[in-house]
């Protein structure tokens, strides 16, 4: 009985902690399992509802499938409502064979996106696929008006026609786009908006024929990654870099020409099916270098 008791008191304690100590345990669980945390006890029953980030994939999603757009549209709609701020906002979307349409889809990609501009995101991570999907889907101009963002992952996006000409992200520091459609002039316009960008990560990427990546522009960028081993538009790609501030490179793809200046940090180096003859690399102090063909 005693232990019981003990026990009950432990429960008591961490259900009286503040709520923003409750909100940062429940950033660490799935969107599902922080639902599930409702039933723990009167102090948990609403917490999950207000915590500072939202992971959404239809995949795991326990109710009807068909409820799954809706479900999302009605949570993002609340926090708007009620005034909230969201840190991160995550959303997969795997309609392989859904009975929700690819149109509908986007139609409410273009008004969530609105409502997490205005709620503060600061990660912001999208991944669509679908099986009868025209194309990548276009990605609403107004993600790139969003100065509250620090962390932008895009999957499966067309980035070639909303883009506005001024991109206020002076705050973001982690980019990744994956099997993304962009062209080169859309491509500068993006890097070149992002002074505090320190990770860049291109993964699939198509439209890309040249990147510069200079020590003017990018001040901070110490990973950069590039990975296009099953596209065959990465042929007669040219990447040259000239930023002493890299600690980490990795490339890998064929037919890529490649140069490397003023590495004078660089630790780590990952080439793959990139063409010996083709590359020029100044990294006096490299520690790891390794060279796959």
């Known amino acids: ?43 948990w029953r609403y917490i999950w509802c207000t915590r500072p980030n939202l992971d959404f994939s239809d995949i795991e999603f326990n109710g009807n499938k068909q409820d799954f757009p809706s479900t999302v549209d009605k949570t993002l709609q609340q926090y708007y409502d009620q005034g909230l701020s969201l840190e991160k906002f995550r959303l997969y979307l795997s309609l392989l064979g859904k009975d929700y349409s690819y149109h ?22 999208l991944s669509i696929l679908f099986d009868h999907n025209p194309g990548n889907t276009d990605m609403p101009s107004v993600v790139f008006k969003a100065e509250s963002l620090e962390l932008l992952h895009l999957n499966r996006c067309n980035l070639g026609q909303n883009i506005p000409e001024n991109i206020p992200f002076g705050r973001l520091r982690v980019l990744r786009l994956s099997n993304v459609l962009v062209e080169n002039d859309v491509f500068e316009r993006i890097i070149s908006s992002c002074p ?57 793809g064929s037919e890529i020409r490649c140069s490397m200046r003023n590495l004078s940090i660089l630790k780590t180096l990952s080439l793959g099916s990139v063409e010996q003859s083709r590359l020029c690399i100044d990294a006096p102090n490299i520690q790891v270098c390794m060279l796959l063909t």
């Open 104 to 125: 509908e889809s986007v139609l409410l990609l273009h008004k969530w996106i609105p409502l997490l501009k205005a709620m503060g995101v600061k990660e912001f991570c």
């Open 196 to 252: 505090l960008l320190t990770t860049m990560s291109l993964d699939g990427c198509k439209g890309l024929k040249t990147i510069k990546l200079e020590k003017k522009i990018h001040k901070h960028l110490k990973h950069f990654i590039f990975i296009n081993l099953m596209n065959r538009t990465s042929e007669n790609c040219s990447i040259e870099i000239d930023i002493p501030t890299l600690e980490t490179i990795e490339i890998m």
């Open 1 to 43: 009985m005693e232990k019981a008791k003990r026990d009950s008191l432990s429960i008591d304690r961490i259900s009286d902690l503040p709520k923003d100590m409750l909100h940062r345990i429940l950033y660490f669980l799935s969107q599902e399992d922080a639902v599930r945390t409702s039933v723990l006890s009167k102090s």
